[in-house]
């Protein structure tokens, strides 16, 4: 199985940026659609953005279209989620997964999660 490591998660002050790496190891995700989810403290994992493979159409939830940019590097096999303006409302454990579009909703291909990496937005 591939193994999915998320970092660059941090504590940032609202209206500040940051940017995610997903790097996979064991194998390659060059074939897979991919995609970031967030689990905010009480809450459930919420989808966030989705990138795929040949034609690198990008897919974000309303909450964060015009300030997060999903991206991959299938040499390097990485996926990366630049994050601008961050809100408060951001703050949450974010995780990256292979995806898939089921209807209108867009789900992780499998439950093998990674450790996620924190983003914490101060107002």
């Known amino acids: 199985q591939v193994q999915l490591v998320e970092s660059g998660g941090g504590l940032v002050q609202a209206g500040g940026s940051l940017r995610l790496s997903c790097a996979a190891s064991?194998?390659?995700?060059?074939?897979?659609?991919m995609g970031w989810f967030r689990q905010a403290p009480g809450k459930e994992r919420e989808f966030v953005a989705a990138?795929?493979?040949?034609?690198?159409?990008?897919y974000y939830t309303d909450s964060v279209k015009g300030r997060f940019t999903i991206s991959r590097d299938n040499a390097k096999n990485t996926v990366d989620l630049q994050m601008n303006d961050l809100k408060p409302e951001d703050t949450a454990v974010y995780y990256c997964?292979?995806?898939?579009?089921?209807?209108?909703?867009?789900?992780?291909?499998?439950?093998?999660w990674g450790q996620g990496t924190q983003v914490t937005v101060s107002s």
């Open positions: 997964n292979t995806v898939r579009r089921v209807k209108s909703e867009w789900a992780s291909l499998n439950d093998y």
């Open positions: 064991g194998g390659t995700i060059r074939t897979n659609t």
């Open positions: 990138i795929t493979w040949i034609s690198g159409s990008t």
